[in-house]
């Protein structure tokens, strides 16, 4: 057992989207890409942060992925989110995707990663994060 794998697993944080894996989402061997699976989870990241932060925010990086099982087509895919922290303009994010196979009924963690995002301005300028109310 890896340190992303956990004995009992059960999402962590909130949903933030879902969405069924595509047949034009695939590579030759049909399973779904990696870097689309990516841009997934910086959405459903995106979104959360923005809450956050009261406003718009960018992607400054992602920590600590790995992808644990490949998802097939017809996958139903669950994004959730969880707010590990928040700075002065940074918001460090839990994204976790998770997999409910139509044909296997079974649900799996598929991947997670940190994302960091900052809260910038109309003008793409850093701006400290508002509180929400």
Not at 85 to 104: A, H, K, N, T, Y
Not at 107 to 123: L, P
Request: hydrophobic fraction near 45%; aromatic fraction near 8%; glycine fraction near 8%.
């Amino acid at each position: 057992m890896n340190e992303y794998e956990q004995e009992d697993p059960i999402p962590q944080g909130d949903l933030a989207l879902q969405l069924t894996a595509l047949p034009r989402e695939t590579n030759g061997f049909g399973d779904i890409y990696g870097g689309w699976l990516v841009s997934q989870m910086d959405l459903a990241g995106t979104a959360m942060a923005s809450r956050v932060a009261a406003g718009r925010v960018a992607t400054v990086s992602i920590d600590r992925m790995a992808f644990m099982v490949p998802v097939a087509v017809g996958a139903q895919l669950s994004f959730y989110t969880q707010t590990l922290d928040v700075g002065r303009s940074s918001i460090r994010m839990l994204v976790e995707v998770w997999s409910d196979d139509p044909l296997s009924s079974e649900w799996r963690k598929v991947t997670e990663a940190v994302f960091v995002f900052v809260a910038i301005d109309g003008s793409g300028r850093t701006r400290p994060v508002t509180p929400r109310r």
